[in-house]
């Protein structure tokens, strides 16, 4: 159960976490944005 007012939007696998750790800082950079404008465009501005 999750605490009073906390709302789960995404779960991640220890597969994809283990695989962003290995990007290097700049990958990590490109991989946030990509993702920001995808799922966030009016944040990703």
């Known amino acids: ?6 709302i789960r939007t ?5 597969r ?4 962003l750790n ?6 990590r950079r490109r ?3 990509a993702v920001q404008e995808a ?3 009016a944040k990703a501005g």
């Open 1 to 6: 159960m999750l605490p009073e007012g906390d």
């Open 10 to 14: 995404y779960e991640t696998l220890t």
């Open 16 to 19: 994809f976490t283990a695989d």
């Open 22 to 27: 290995r990007l290097h800082r700049a990958e």
């Open 31 to 33: 991989f946030s944005r």
């Open 39 to 41: 799922f966030n465009p």
